[in-house]
């Protein structure tokens, strides 16, 4: 068998190569889903643990503790004389105003405290050095470029809480601190003190006391007035294990698993000295419990799309493989015929082509696993580091990434497809007598079971439909409020999700069944009208009606992988509209400015309206009042209705009357029942000496993200009456092109650089960063689905070179009565066009459809959905599948042209 086997390879070895390609390229599609699904996973959890630096524990307060602990009961100096506790930090952090002291120019910081090892800082510095005292500090670059210092310079601190400025405190600037950490990446990024700095605020504060001297003295003699405020209890990030440098220079943490057998005793001995009501988790478990407050993440969910598609991509590798194996079973027909007369059994030449099949499937999908590994590595390595998917991943990473299930699993399934596509040819190889095989190989085609198929096509299709059916049912069921508290809503999802999944693969299993029926149909309609144009045109007519198999296979190809982008181009513009929509109605404010301890003038709102893609900006007026409950509610009292209409989103400014509290839609839907449509509402001042009893309606707002728990709105007369005065006021900015959200945020920032104190928030950061998410999943995904068509290609040539076989007589006879060269080839490009056309509207069709379920799924828990349809990709796609088509059929073309007419008649008989 072996030796069979062996000679039959030799003697078509050019003719394994598009099917060794196919199989590759499969195989690489099947390996970049798998390692991407890994990197995504790794990023993501690399991402939601930033704050850890090179720390690989935290301690935290428990949440079932029943009360918390103070900062002080956990003795820092015990903590780090443990053996192998290589590092701690504090995660104490604040908002606090950055200036100058002979400028005017401020900005409003968020600074976090040092670690007493440099590796464990949450960022690093990118120039310069990290503060070594406690009047050093290091700034973000961009905001030393907005304060005009450099390196040596003196900035000056200031705490909003503290109006009488008797702590600001003036500090040398001794670095840049990196700017791409997502955790930050809201504020811009984060300076960097040291503890004995940072206890110069927290002490004021009151939520610790320092135990040093310096700062005790300075306190001492300042003006500061100590709140007396009750104290809490900081993260505290600890390094268990050494620092040990990787390849790529930075530090690694060590895995989980092996700290706690190598360093038992280390993490029992913290824990022996760590106060009641805390805990200590391994960044591996702080990982995987802020993954499941996601909702699981999206990396399993990508994953498991990607590999939906990738099963469909090997299936039109497949198809291409079986192809090509009919062609090389039809160019061995005298091999076969000979090698049954000298005495070959069935048996073996079925085996010998199976065989063939696997060493072709193994070595082109070793070299795939190695490209694809390839590809991520080179993905990694020239990825900047910043807090992109891949910027998050060091080559530290890659045994993370490159796990054996994405080594060992496109082998085997690539493999494994490859021999099963060669079944069907290596039956037909055995199926016929020794002169047989002499004969034309027209009769090596067998009768299609044209019923079994048809059956089986419709219920595979009705049996999608169904599970689509059943997966929108599910998911409505989860959107029910009765179902709000269903502890399995998670799992829930994930299968609704999985099954709307599945239902496209096995519709789109179903169409592939039946497109021996519908293709030639369609075409046939098609070729009516181009059989007009000339006679080109009528022989690729005629010859589309001769062979409905090798049609149907042929866009097979094209039209799976029409059908992806599709998908993902529909899914993509739907999930952004809707999420723009949602974020509309979840966030009433694009952009709010407020300055703590003040009030914002006339002046500085003009200057946010002035600012480039702000459409317009007001000053809105508050006071903070107490509910029943004792809960904080700010009452913000707009002038207009032309006020908030301005600024808030469409159909979310309701301008409340007189005797009106206008409250979110969502505080009636929760489980407070004191929140309830058309009750009565009193409220009163801090002090208990005024009030205000209003009656409440809900307006369909939610969030301003202005940093306060509770907010409604109220009428200006309401509060006149009662003689309550305005605590202060925010500016509220609309931005006009939400896809430059940040661009506009900072924007403003530097247009109100010269005030102090002034924070900048708002729900445009959350907007752009789900928009750079989809973008970037998006680019892999379509890179990857390039893969797909380029096999669609690889099919159709394949298809079409078995095609100029089946017709070397035609070809022949229609050069011996006069076409040209050059009809012949214009003929196949015909053939080719017509069918990708054909393919590409059912493709986008089919896509879209598919693309509007995986939305549905995907944001109805968000709320209303929108779908939406990309006409210019849609275009696109019928083109490009046009250009597809063109250059698959250039090789059959030469092929069917080479040969004289006469020769050509010869070989046929």
Request: proline share 3%; with cysteine.
């Amino acid at each position: 068998m072996w030796k069979i086997t062996r000679k039959l390879m030799g003697a078509n070895a050019r003719m394994l190569i598009p099917a060794g390609i196919a199989i590759f390229l499969g195989s690489v599609f099947v390996t970049c889903a798998l390692l991407f699904g890994n990197v995504l996973d790794v990023s993501m959890r690399q991402s939601l643990t930033e704050q850890f630096g090179a720390a690989n524990y935290m301690i935290s307060v428990d949440e079932h503790a029943k009360e918390t602990p103070q900062e002080q009961s956990l003795d820092l100096n015990k903590l780090t004389a443990i053996d192998h506790v290589e590092g701690v930090r504090q995660e104490r952090s604040l908002m606090l105003d950055l200036g100058t002291p002979s400028s005017t120019k401020h900005v409003t910081s968020m600074i976090t405290q040092m670690g007493d090892v440099d590796s464990m800082n949450p960022v690093q510095v990118q120039e310069g050095a990290l503060p070594q005292s406690a009047d050093e500090i290091a700034v973000p670059e961009s905001f030393a470029k907005q304060l005009g210092v450099t390196l040596g310079s003196t900035v000056t601190v200031a705490d909003p809480a503290q109006s009488d400025h008797s702590m600001d405190q003036e500090y040398t600037v001794t670095g840049f601190t990196a700017e791409n950490n997502s955790q930050y990446a809201y504020y811009g990024g984060v300076a960097l003190l040291n503890r004995q700095a940072m206890d110069r605020y927290f002490s004021v504060r009151g939520a610790a006391a320092t135990d040093d001297a310096d700062v005790q003295e300075e306190l001492a003699h300042s003006d500061a007035q100590v709140e007396d405020t009750p104290a809490y209890f900081p993260s505290v990030y600890v390094r268990v294990g050494d620092f040990p440098k990787n390849a790529d220079g930075q530090t690694d943490y060590a895995d989980a698993a092996q700290v706690e057998r190598k360093y038992a005793d280390t993490l029992q001995a913290i824990k022996d000295i760590m106060p009641k009501g805390t805990v200590l988790e391994s960044r591996t478990q702080v990982a995987d419990q802020r993954l499941k407050n996601m909702g699981g993440g999206v990396s399993g969910a990508t994953t498991t799309f990607l590999m939906v598609f990738a099963v469909l991509a090997m299936f039109v590798a497949a198809l291409v493989i079986a192809n090509t194996f009919q062609v090389l079973v039809a160019q061995r027909k005298r091999i076969l015929a000979l090698l049954r007369t000298i005495g070959a059994k069935r048996g073996q030449v079925y085996r010998s082509v199976i065989l063939e099949g696997a060493i072709l499937g193994i070595i082109s999908t070793i070299l795939a696993v190695l490209v694809g590994i390839g590809l991520m590595v080179l993905m990694i390595v020239l990825m900047p580091r910043d807090n992109s998917m891949f910027g998050l991943i060091a080559l530290r990473d890659l045994g993370r990434v490159i796990t054996p299930s994405a080594v060992f699993i496109p082998i085997v399934f690539g493999t494994t497809v490859t021999m099963i596509a060669c079944t069907g040819s290596a039956r037909a190889a055995t199926r016929v007598s020794p002169l047989e095989a002499l004969q034309s190989v027209d009769t090596l085609e067998q009768v299609s079971k044209g019923k079994l198929r048809l059956t089986f096509g419709i219920l595979f299709i009705v049996l999608g439909i169904g599970a689509a059916v059943a997966s929108i049912v599910g998911v409505n069921a989860l959107n029910d409020p009765a179902n709000s508290n269903n502890a399995d809503s998670n799992n829930l999802y994930s299968m609704y999700l999985l099954i709307s999944m599945a239902a496209c693969m096995i519709v789109m299993i179903g169409m592939l069944m039946l497109t021996q029926r519908w293709v030639p149909a369609m075409l046939s309609g098609v070729g009516t009208i181009v059989r007009r144009i000339g006679a080109s045109s009528r022989v690729a007519s005629a010859n589309l009606k001769r062979n409905p198999k090798r049609v149907a296979a042929t866009s097979a190809a094209l039209l799976i992988g029409v059908t992806l982008i599709a998908t993902l181009s529909t899914g993509a513009a739907s999930v952004r509209q809707t999420l723009s929509t949602t974020l509309d109605e979840h966030y009433s404010v694009d952009v709010i400015v407020n300055k703590p301890q003040s009030t914002l003038t006339s002046k500085q709102r003009d200057a946010v309206a002035a600012v480039d893609g702000v459409s317009g900006a007001v000053l809105v007026n508050y006071v903070d009042m107490l509910t029943p409950k004792g809960n904080t509610i700010r009452l913000y009292a707009p002038t207009s209705q032309d006020q908030l209409n301005t600024v808030m989103n469409e159909h979310t400014g309701v301008m409340p009357e007189q005797d009106q509290l206008i409250i979110p839609q969502s505080y009636t839907e929760g489980e407070d029942p004191s929140w309830k449509n058309g009750q009565e509402f009193k409220l009163t001042n801090a002090d208990g000496t005024k009030t205000l009893t209003l009656t409440t309606h809900t307006a369909p707002y939610r969030s301003l993200t202005s940093g306060t728990v509770y907010y409604a709105m109220v009428s200006p007369q309401d509060l006149r009456e009662a003689h309550i005065e305005y605590a202060g006021n925010e500016i509220w900015a609309k931005v006009a092109n939400k896809n430059d959200a940040t661009a506009a945020v900072n924007a403003i920032r530097q247009a109100l650089g010269d005030q102090q104190d002034i924070i900048v928030g708002g729900s445009v950061a959350e907007r752009s960063l789900y928009d750079q998410m989809i973008t970037v999943i998006l680019q892999v995904l379509l890179a990857l689905i390039a893969v797909a068509m380029i096999i669609a290609i690889i099919g159709v040539a394949n298809t079409l070179s078995l095609s100029v076989i089946e017709r070397t007589r035609e070809s022949a006879t229609l050069r011996a009565i006069g076409m040209t060269r050059a009809q012949l080839r214009k003929s196949l490009a015909i053939e080719a066009v017509m069918i990708a056309v054909v393919a590409g509207i059912v493709g986008i069709i089919v896509g879209t459809l598919f693309g509007w379920l995986g939305t549905y799924i995907v944001c109805s828990l968000m709320g209303k959905v929108s779908f939406a349809f990309d006409w210019l990709t849609a275009g696109a796609i019928i083109v490009g599948g046009i250009v597809c088509a063109l250059l698959a059929s250039i090789l059959p073309a030469r092929r069917a042209v080479r040969t004289p007419p006469v020769v050509a008649l010869a070989q046929a008989d």
